[in-house]
């Protein structure tokens, strides 16, 4: 009896022992052997890896004016796992997500963890909901940061400014050269959530901060930037143009402190803009620059000494037959000396100067005033235009290039190299961004004026300077470029349009005026450029469209500059107000 | 029979153990210390998540502060932008009436000669010195 109890007991405990020995086994193989396999199983359920977004730097005038902003914005996601009741989550937040609800309960339905349910919801709006559905007791949305780009001035400055993809990318303006910059770093958190899905802060795990994408600072001057804004659009309501431009830039420096295209389109509003209001045309339109182009076959002749002050060109009365073409005057003259080839505009008087020069001479001159290259401004799209080689000329394009045809160049090219003649001989490197600033506000690049190279003496700039400055007198093709108070300078250019075709477009002008103020110490260099004005042929030229809107603006940003007048005026400046305003 | 049962119980009350107060005194305040040890954890492990459920409520309420003063600078910075202030005076909601040129008063440049500093700089007046 004893024997058989002391079998039972072994026998109980045998089975025990394996019983516990598997066990033991299994829990081995569980927390050691398969340890990691597991340990990512869970994490994987309950460990997230939250990104927390980098803040997209901003843009800023030279005055810290905010161009570019982030406007904070929520994406709401659902986790199906978490919604009992789609039918009344879909009720309660379809009104604040602005959606459908139907639309809404189709796509929270199943039990999918990660569904994006509207991007880009304001975050009044989350909020709102966010209490909506605490009040309400029901769960399964959340909301993640996120944030839209907001241009506070709208269309203003536009083409300059740029915008972003549906990523976040810039692909325009300042947006996609300084996209490096503005860009940061996103960080990130893991962390631990609960069965609900809310995360157990004592979890939290490794964490990193994001860094801040930078401030870019332009150089642009808001002020200036709204009176030329303003200008040009009262111009373009007025003479109906194709297109218009505005530049203006402070010669010493090159800053670019206004730049305006038209049409232009809201940067607000992107999507509904067409391709044709999105070119920026200060750097990658083309035109033939027309008179203004003068000033470069007069310098090269005078700093390369083939004419002096004293030269006389006969300008054959108005008419010069060469290379069996006819090249005219708008007026006849006879013997003009440089200083009047420019004033009067003598196409004979500048062609003959570049004849007495020789083409590659006078070439090395229009590429030496930075045209047919790049000029590097920090600008995605920039073309360099088109200057033919010597040796592609033609036997007529000598007699056509002094004069502003057969060759192309962009608005920013033009006043560069009117610039160049206004800061004593140098050509400087236009310049868009001035510095770029960390989020603790450190400098981290300030960008320096750059002097390109200097294309004439200060003497012949000097020279130039005071024929164009005579161009804007009574005696010059731009007196409706003259301000009240200040010695004016500049040129104005007629260039008929050239036809995709080929050859030019019949009535149709691309007119422009360049110049600069004040004449003695130059602070700002400009150019207005209008493209095809609905105005008859004999009212579309450059002194007669470009030239008052130059003025306008000069006489505004002469005032707002505080510049001392610099010459006797007859009355007040022109000011702001639509009565001032003489068309 | 009266002696056999004094005797039964005097040999029963020999066989009664003594409690020992002194390893069961140090039994209790173990099991004391290892129980207080045990709920002072609980408690604290406790505390972390009402404390961590603390700070993620603050965490969200002060991302919602940031998010909505950022809402309300950015709406700032566009009813004070340019475009915004110039539509505003077109329209006739602010009034700005243009400073005549001789109501201006340019102040001295540094190192101008005194008999020219003493004038008043207007812009009329500089026109003459000139």
């Not at chain 1, 799209?381 to 000329?393: D, F, K, L, T």
């Not at chain 1, 961004?433 to 004439?456: A, H, L, M, N, W």
Request: hydrophobic share 40%; with cysteine.
């Amino acid at each position: 009896m004893k024997r058989q109890c002391a079998a039972r007991i072994v026998c109980i405990v045998v089975m025990l022992t394996i019983v516990f020995t598997v066990f033991s086994a299994r829990l081995i193989d569980l927390q050691i052997a398969r340890h990691q396999e597991y340990s990512r199983l869970a994490a994987e359920k309950n460990t997230i890896r939250q990104v927390i977004p980098a803040r997209r730097g901003t843009i800023r005038d030279c005055h810290g004016e905010i161009l570019a902003d982030n406007l904070p914005m929520r994406t709401v996601v659902a986790d199906g796992s978490h919604i009992v009741d789609p039918t009344a989550l879909a009720k309660l937040a379809a009104p604040y997500l602005e959606m459908e609800e139907a639309e809404l309960r189709e796509r929270i339905r199943g039990d999918r963890k990660y569904v994006v349910v509207r991007r880009k919801l304001p975050e009044g709006n989350a909020i709102e909901l966010s209490r909506a559905l605490q009040a309400g007791g029901l769960k399964g949305l959340y909301f993640e940061p996120d944030s839209k780009r907001s241009y506070p001035n709208n269309g203003m400055l536009c083409h300059l400014i740029g915008f972003l993809d549906h990523d976040g990318e810039g692909i325009q303006g300042i947006e996609k050269t300084m996209e490096s910059q503005l860009d940061g770093e996103d960080g990130f958190r893991h962390m631990e959530r609960d069965r609900t899905g809310r995360e157990i802060v004592i979890y939290r795990g490794q964490e990193q901060e994001p860094r801040n994408g930078a401030d870019v600072y332009l150089t642009i001057d808001m002020g200036l930037q709204c009176i030329v804004e303003e200008e040009l659009d009262a111009a373009v309501l007025e003479l109906q143009p194709e297109t218009a431009v505005a530049l203006f830039v402070r010669p010493a420096t090159g800053e670019i402190v206004a730049c305006a295209s038209r049409p232009g389109f809201d940067l607000n509003d992107v999507g509904s803009a067409q391709a044709e209001q999105m070119k920026n045309r200060a750097i990658i339109d083309m035109v033939e620059p027309g008179s203004t182009f003068k000033i470069v076959v007069a310098s090269a002749a005078i700093n390369e000494r083939v004419a002096t002050d004293a030269t006389r060109v006969f300008c054959e009365n108005g008419s010069f037959a060469y290379g069996g073409k006819i090249l005219r005057d708008h007026h006849g003259y006879g013997s003009l000396g440089v200083h009047e080839i420019i004033v009067k505009s003598s196409n004979i008087g500048s062609a003959k100067l570049a004849m007495m020069m020789g083409e590659q001479r006078f070439y090395d001159y229009v590429t030496r005033f930075g045209f047919g290259r790049r000029s590097g401004v920090d600008l995605p799209g920039e073309i360099p235009g088109v200057v033919h080689p010597p040796h592609r000329w033609d036997k007529l394009t000598i007699t056509r290039m002094p004069m502003g045809h057969s060759v192309a160049v962009t608005p920013l090219q033009i006043v560069m190299a009117m610039g160049a003649i206004a800061n004593q001989g140098r050509l400087m490197k236009p310049q868009i961004v001035s510095k770029i600033v960390d989020e603790k506000g450190v400098t981290i690049r300030d960008f320096q004026p750059e002097v390109v190279r200097e294309v004439v003496t200060p003497e012949t700039a000097a020279y130039i300077s005071d024929a164009l400055r005579e161009v804007v007198g009574e005696r010059g093709t731009a007196r409706r470029a003259h301000v009240d108070g200040y010695a004016v300078a500049g040129k104005t250019g007629t260039a008929q349009k050239v036809s995709p075709k080929g050859g030019y477009m019949e009535g149709k002008y691309v007119v422009s005026f360049a110049g600069y103020f004040p004449a003695d110490k130059p602070e700002l260099v400009g150019l207005v450029l209008v493209d095809n004005a609905r105005l008859a042929s004999s009212a579309n030229y450059g002194g007669l469209v470009a030239a008052p809107v130059f003025a306008r603006i000069a006489a505004r940003a002469a005032r707002y500059l505080n510049l001392t007048p610099t010459e006797e005026g007859e009355s007040t400046l022109a000011l702001n107000t639509e009565g001032d305003r003489t068309r | 029979m009266s002696a056999t049962t004094t005797t039964t119980r005097a040999a029963s009350r020999k066989q009664t153990n003594a409690i020992p107060i002194r390893p069961l005194a140090l039994w209790l305040l173990a099991v004391f210390v290892i129980g207080t040890a045990a709920l002072c954890y609980v408690r604290i492990k406790n505390q972390q998540h009402v404390l961590g459920e603390r700070t993620r409520q603050i965490e969200r309420r002060l991302a919602e502060v940031t998010s909505e003063n950022q809402a309300l600078r950015a709406q700032i910075r566009s009813l004070t932008s340019h475009s915004a202030l110039n539509r505003r005076l077109k329209d006739g909601f602010i009034a700005l009436i243009p400073i005549a040129d001789r109501a201006i008063a340019r102040a001295s440049k540094p190192g101008m000669e005194t008999a020219r500093a003493e004038v008043t700089r207007t812009a009329s007046a500089e026109r003459v010195l000139r």
